[in-house]
């Protein structure tokens, strides 16, 4: 060895964390080339590899410099540096990927058009211009195309298009931002717009055909990069109401596209919390408080103060939001409670009778994923749907697992989660499992994550409830490749997703609201206190039991539930244990509100359910509690979606009103809300306003559930509490509640990455099974 290379130092680096699609190559290419260093760069199964020559001090800079200064939509987790021998090499490349084993590299999220691309679509010099497919390595569409990793172009669907001489040369150059940007493309070479129906003219710019087309009043489906959306202009009265009429959505809020952050101000108010949401690269759709005079059509979100926007995230609706002068209705690509249409022969079948135009183009999409949905809470987000721009980041397990694990998550709004080691994966939100297409969807999305993350389950978790069809699909692959199966209680696992999301190890206290969740008891649980960690629970307390009458049915008819409260209330000798009053009793009279709403005959029979239990199981549902508030002030007797009642309840709450029924805690836990009823039902005859009715209601949850667990937290120990289950994304309740605590001393803790909802099951079962089979 020549003392010129003894002196010289080589490493072998490998990075770990989200590091392939997001310009990591290219990017270490242009630092050792700064540096004066030799070696190479390169992808492979499991993230990238670099090997660097060089001076001793040029080497160490590389080393400090390479996670610190990384590529915007990088996340460098841990760099490992072995020392070997140097061997003169002084010229750095960037070699072909290799796979030698099982995937395992990260795969990023689609990320929204960044700055310099956007300057291009928009430079009428530039060979771009107007271009709906424009990207590079700090934007553009991942998770969506990507079929395989080591990620390169022949894994992803942009493999049937081939780079003309001049996308190769900028994908070949190391100064150039598109140097191996794997959906590198232009219109000489890549994917093509263009508009099918209506009038369209085989030689018009396609999107701006379709913006003229949406000027016009007519409904025309996008093609975007998770799927297919339905668009109208959102101040266009006639188009809002006949796009409701033919997607068959009646009161559903739609969701709107803004040109950018001007225009979103003129619908929504717009904080720093807010604008951080819509301006990040995952552009989700973001609920924010609607302006009083928000151009858009009334029936674009009726009985609700929020209004759902988001910005522009792939050129396409960039192009399309500016050509249609003004903002657009841009709800999924659906009619009802389908899943969204992301092939195109399916979409065009499917949607045909919704749309007047087709705005399509021709890169296939791998996987079909919906807008998320976040909002902003004391200045933090709250994520409610977790999809586009955020799938498929990797979460932390607190105690990793001992075996790969797929957990299979809840039945509606369904995800599932899969983990290996230290880290988890949950997919996209994939919807109600009981249409047959959203479960095929479910299912293809499983292997897909298997094959892309190398994650073979030696254990199963799922929900307790046996008659989930993700539990059925649990018990299936457990048969079918001879897997262990792990339970989860359902509100455990609410429990444990916060926990585990905000790397919590001990006990705490979980108010845990929601609709419905199978206990161990064989009762319909939705309102509990539960005492617990990673590894189990013990119920603390709960709601006070009533009968569900109609068993899910109550769901869609809140009328039921307020039936059911009020034959609990009776003279104040409700069974206790059962929710149940005496079968032989009167029925409730009928409130003025719901008069000429609901039958008497209707009405009479719901409480001889009620009271008998026949066919109306127990239930300590936090979400039925406030179905059964909103039927009494005559807000909502029949939902048209899920959540429905409580929406509108929240929205109609008075801000200034700042008193609080009564809601007593008994010495066994029970939130006993007889006495709130009693107290809601006396102010409704009264004529008291409905916006003072919610705004108590309200306080009396909230002063309640920080006294249960304030006693619960008390007696185990512990200052933390968890609020979660998906009667916390109501925004009000939720401020309320941790403010009380705050009060109290105790440390609120919430979901924020993973939703409150049964989004973030499937992450909590992943976390109970991996702390409980370690």
């Given at each position: 060895?020549?003392?010129?290379?003894?002196?010289?130092?080589?490493?072998?680096?490998?990075?770990?964390?989200?590091?392939?699609?997001?310009?990591?190559?290219?990017?270490?290419?242009?630092?050792?080339?700064?540096?004066?260093?030799?070696?190479?760069?390169?992808?492979?199964?499991?993230?990238?590899?670099?090997?660097?020559?060089?001076?001793?001090?040029?080497?160490?800079?590389?080393?400090?410099?390479?996670p610190?200064?990384?590529?915007?939509?990088?996340?460098?987790?841990?760099?490992?540096?072995?020392?070997?021998?140097a061997?003169?090499?002084?010229?750095?490349a960037?070699?072909?990927s290799?796979?030698?084993?099982?995937?395992?590299?990260?795969?990023?999220?689609?990320?929204?058009?960044?700055?310099?691309?956007?300057?291009?679509?928009?430079?009428?010099?530039?060979?771009?211009?107007?271009?709906?497919?424009?990207?590079?390595?700090?934007?553009?569409?991942?998770?969506?195309?990507?079929?395989?990793?080591?990620?390169?172009?022949?894994?992803?669907?942009?493999?049937?298009?081939?780079?003309?001489?001049?996308?190769?040369?900028?994908?070949?150059?190391?100064?150039?931002?598109?140097?191996?940007?794997?959906?590198?493309?232009?219109?000489?070479?890549?994917?093509?717009?263009?508009?099918?129906?209506?009038?369209?003219?085989?030689?018009?710019?396609?999107?701006?055909?379709?913006?003229?087309?949406?000027?016009?009043?007519?409904?025309?489906?996008?093609?975007?990069?998770?799927?297919?959306?339905?668009?109208?202009?959102?101040?266009?009265?006639?188009?809002?109401?006949?796009?409701?009429?033919?997607?068959?959505r009646?009161d559903?809020?739609?969701?709107?596209?803004?040109a950018?952050?001007?225009?979103?101000?003129?619908?929504?108010?717009?904080?720093?919390?807010?604008?951080?949401?819509?301006?990040?690269?995952?552009?989700?759709i973001?609920?924010?408080?609607?302006?009083?005079?928000?151009?858009?059509?009334?029936?674009?979100?009726?009985?609700?103060?929020?209004?759902?926007?988001?910005?522009?995230?792939?050129?396409?609706h960039?192009?399309?939001?500016?050509?249609?002068?003004?903002?657009?209705?841009?709800?999924?690509?659906?009619?009802?409670?389908?899943?969204?249409?992301?092939?195109?022969?399916?979409?065009?079948?499917?949607?045909?009778?919704?749309?007047?135009?087709?705005?399509?183009?021709?890169?296939?999409?791998?996987?079909?994923?919906?807008?998320?949905?976040?909002?902003?809470?004391?200045?933090?987000?709250?994520?409610?749907?977790?999809?586009?721009?955020?799938?498929?980041?990797?979460?932390?397990?607190?105690?990793?697992?001992?075996?790969?694990?797929?957990?299979?998550?809840?039945?509606?709004?369904?995800?599932?989660?899969?983990?290996?080691?230290?880290?988890?994966?949950?997919?996209?939100?994939?919807?109600?499992?009981?249409?047959?297409?959203?479960?095929?969807?479910?299912?293809?999305?499983?292997?897909?994550?298997?094959?892309?993350?190398?994650?073979?389950?030696?254990?199963?978790?799922h929900?307790?409830?046996?008659?989930?069809?993700?539990?059925?699909?649990?018990?299936?692959?457990?048969?079918?490749?001879?897997?262990?199966?792990?339970?989860?209680?359902?509100?455990?696992?609410?429990?444990?997703?916060?926990?585990?999301?905000?790397?919590?190890?001990?006990?705490?206290?979980?108010?845990?609201?929601?609709?419905?969740?199978?206990?161990?008891?064989?009762?319909?649980?939705?309102?509990?206190?539960l005492?617990?960690?990673?590894?189990?629970?013990?119920?603390?307390?709960?709601?006070?039991?009533?009968?569900?009458?109609?068993?899910?049915?109550?769901?869609?008819?809140?009328?039921?539930?307020?039936?059911?409260?009020?034959?609990?209330?009776?003279?104040?000798a409700?069974?206790?244990?059962?929710?149940?009053?005496?079968?032989?009793?009167?029925?409730?009279?009928?409130?003025?509100?719901?008069?000429?709403?609901?039958?008497?005959?209707?009405?009479?029979?719901?409480?001889?359910?009620?009271?008998?239990?026949?066919?109306?199981?127990?239930?300590?549902?936090?979400?039925?509690?406030?179905?059964?508030?909103?039927?009494?002030?005559?807000?909502?007797?029949?939902?048209?979606?899920?959540?429905?009642?409580?929406?509108?309840?929240?929205?109609?709450?008075?801000a200034?009103?700042?008193?609080?029924?009564?809601?007593?805690?008994?010495?066994?836990?029970?939130?006993?809300?007889?006495?709130?009823?009693?107290?809601?039902?006396?102010?409704?005859?009264?004529?008291?306003?409905?916006?003072?009715?919610?705004?108590?209601?309200?306080?009396?949850?909230?002063h309640?559930?920080?006294?249960?667990?304030?006693?619960?937290?008390?007696?185990?120990?512990?200052?933390?509490?968890?609020?979660?289950?998906?009667v916390?994304?109501?925004?009000?309740?939720?401020?309320?509640?941790?403010?009380?605590?705050?009060?109290?001393?105790?440390?609120p803790?919430?979901?924020?990455?993973?939703?409150?909802?049964?989004?973030?099951?499937?992450?909590?079962?992943?976390?109970?099974?991996?702390?409980?089979?370690?």
């Amino acid at each position: 060895m020549t003392a010129t290379v003894a002196a010289r130092r080589r490493v072998r680096a490998r990075v770990d964390g989200t590091v392939q699609g997001v310009g990591f190559r290219p990017y270490v290419h242009r630092l050792a080339r700064e540096l004066g260093l030799g070696g190479s760069v390169g992808n492979d199964e499991r993230g990238v590899v670099v090997e660097v020559e060089g001076e001793q001090a040029a080497v160490a800079a590389f080393l400090a410099r390479l996670p610190a200064e990384a590529p915007p939509l990088a996340q460098v987790e841990e760099v490992r540096v072995h020392e070997l021998p140097a061997r003169g090499e002084r010229l750095f490349a960037i070699v072909k990927s290799a796979r030698k084993g099982a995937a395992a590299a990260l795969v990023v999220p689609d990320a929204a058009t960044c700055d310099a691309c956007l300057a291009e679509l928009r430079d009428p010099a530039d060979r771009r211009y107007r271009y709906p497919f424009v990207n590079c390595t700090n934007c553009g569409p991942r998770f969506t195309i990507v079929r395989d990793v080591p990620y390169d172009r022949p894994r992803t669907t942009m493999a049937g298009f081939a780079m003309c001489p001049a996308c190769q040369a900028e994908y070949d150059d190391p100064a150039d931002r598109r140097f191996h940007a794997q959906p590198n493309a232009c219109p000489q070479c890549g994917p093509q717009a263009r508009l099918i129906g209506a009038d369209a003219r085989p030689r018009e710019d396609a999107v701006a055909a379709a913006g003229r087309l949406l000027a016009g009043g007519e409904i025309v489906a996008v093609k975007g990069i998770g799927g297919y959306h339905l668009a109208c202009r959102a101040d266009d009265a006639r188009a809002v109401a006949e796009l409701r009429a033919r997607k068959r959505r009646e009161d559903r809020p739609f969701a709107l596209l803004a040109a950018d952050l001007g225009a979103a101000a003129t619908l929504i108010s717009i904080g720093d919390a807010e604008r951080a949401l819509l301006t990040a690269p995952a552009r989700p759709i973001v609920l924010a408080p609607r302006r009083a005079h928000a151009p858009v059509a009334a029936a674009v979100a009726p009985g609700v103060r929020e209004l759902g926007v988001m910005l522009p995230y792939s050129p396409l609706h960039h192009l399309l939001a500016a050509d249609a002068g003004g903002p657009l209705v841009l709800t999924s690509g659906n009619v009802s409670d389908e899943p969204i249409a992301f092939a195109d022969d399916d979409a065009l079948a499917r949607l045909a009778p919704i749309a007047d135009a087709f705005l399509v183009h021709d890169r296939p999409i791998r996987t079909r994923t919906d807008d998320s949905v976040v909002r902003a809470v004391g200045g933090q987000p709250l994520t409610l749907r977790r999809s586009r721009g955020h799938v498929p980041a990797s979460s932390r397990l607190p105690r990793p697992a001992a075996r790969p694990l797929l957990a299979c998550g809840a039945e509606l709004k369904s995800t599932f989660c899969l983990a290996r080691g230290g880290r988890a994966w949950v997919g996209h939100h994939i919807g109600d499992l009981r249409n047959a297409a959203t479960l095929a969807a479910y299912r293809d999305g499983v292997t897909h994550f298997e094959r892309l993350f190398a994650v073979r389950p030696e254990l199963i978790a799922h929900d307790l409830h046996p008659d989930y069809l993700s539990t059925a699909y649990a018990h299936e692959r457990a048969e079918r490749d001879g897997i262990e199966l792990l339970a989860v209680q359902h509100h455990h696992a609410h429990l444990a997703a916060c926990l585990a999301e905000h790397g919590e190890r001990g006990t705490a206290v979980g108010a845990i609201y929601d609709g419905a969740g199978l206990g161990p008891d064989g009762t319909v649980w939705g309102g509990e206190l539960l005492v617990g960690d990673l590894r189990g629970y013990a119920r603390a307390g709960s709601l006070w039991p009533v009968r569900l009458p109609g068993g899910d049915r109550a769901a869609y008819e809140p009328w039921r539930m307020a039936c059911a409260w009020l034959v609990a209330l009776g003279d104040g000798a409700g069974d206790a244990a059962t929710g149940a009053g005496a079968a032989d009793a009167d029925p409730p009279p009928l409130p003025p509100q719901l008069a000429g709403r609901v039958e008497p005959r209707a009405w009479a029979a719901v409480a001889r359910m009620a009271a008998s239990g026949f066919a109306a199981p127990v239930t300590t549902s936090m979400g039925r509690l406030f179905d059964a508030v909103a039927a009494l002030c005559g807000l909502r007797t029949h939902c048209t979606y899920e959540g429905q009642a409580a929406i509108e309840l929240e929205a109609a709450a008075d801000a200034a009103e700042h008193d609080a029924y009564p809601l007593p805690v008994t010495v066994d836990g029970r939130l006993d809300a007889r006495a709130t009823i009693a107290a809601v039902a006396a102010d409704v005859r009264a004529g008291v306003a409905t916006g003072i009715v919610s705004a108590r209601f309200h306080r009396a949850v909230a002063h309640a559930t920080a006294r249960g667990c304030a006693r619960a937290a008390s007696v185990a120990g512990s200052e933390l509490v968890v609020l979660s289950g998906g009667v916390f994304q109501n925004r009000l309740l939720l401020e309320l509640t941790r403010a009380q605590l705050s009060a109290l001393g105790l440390r609120p803790l919430v979901p924020r990455r993973l939703p409150p909802g049964d989004g973030g099951i499937a992450y909590g079962q992943a976390a109970v099974a991996a702390a409980t089979d370690a």
